[in-house]
Nanobody, 122 residues
Framework: VQLVETGGNSVQAGGSLRLSCAVFGYIYSRDCMGWFRQAPGKEREEVAIIGGDGSTRYADSVKGRFTISKDNAKNTLYLDMNSLKPEDTAMYYC?????????????????WGQGTQVTVSS
């Protein structure tokens, strides 16, 4: 399984971006997938996840601004980001887990993409 993220860019505060994660290889439509980010000098953190039943979970810092979704027919995961802030600047990664319920730790995921850079200027 290979995950390829695209859509990262440099934007001004208040702007919007849509990140995409294309999945190559076989996964189950009921599998958990998620978006994570890592800023320089910081640990990788969960941003948003979507379980196999469609349930979602968001970091408090992005609630109301980011939306995670997936298109099983296109094998693609999305992250719509609005009202971006400088503190959203980070490398964004998508991840996949073979299971309905998402792991509670970053290390629990089976596959990771290479990341796409998001930079938000004030």
């Amino acid at each position: 399984v290979q995950l390829v993220e695209t859509g990262g860019n440099s934007v001004q505060a208040g702007g919007s971006l849509r990140l995409s994660c294309a999945v190559f290889g076989y996964i189950y439509s009921r599998d958990c997938m998620g978006w994570f980010r890592q800023a320089p000098g910081k640990e990788r953190e969960e941003v948003a996840i979507i379980g196999g039943d469609g349930s979602t979970r968001y970091a408090d810092s992005v609630k109301g601004r980011f939306t995670i979704s997936k298109d099983n027919a296109k094998n693609t995961l999305y992250l719509d980001m609005n009202s971006l802030k400088p503190e959203d600047t980070a490398m964004y990664y998508c991840a996949h887990y073979y299971g309905l319920r998402c792991p509670t730790t970053v290390s629990g995921y089976n596959h990771w993409g290479q990341g796409t850079q998001v930079t938000v200027s004030s």
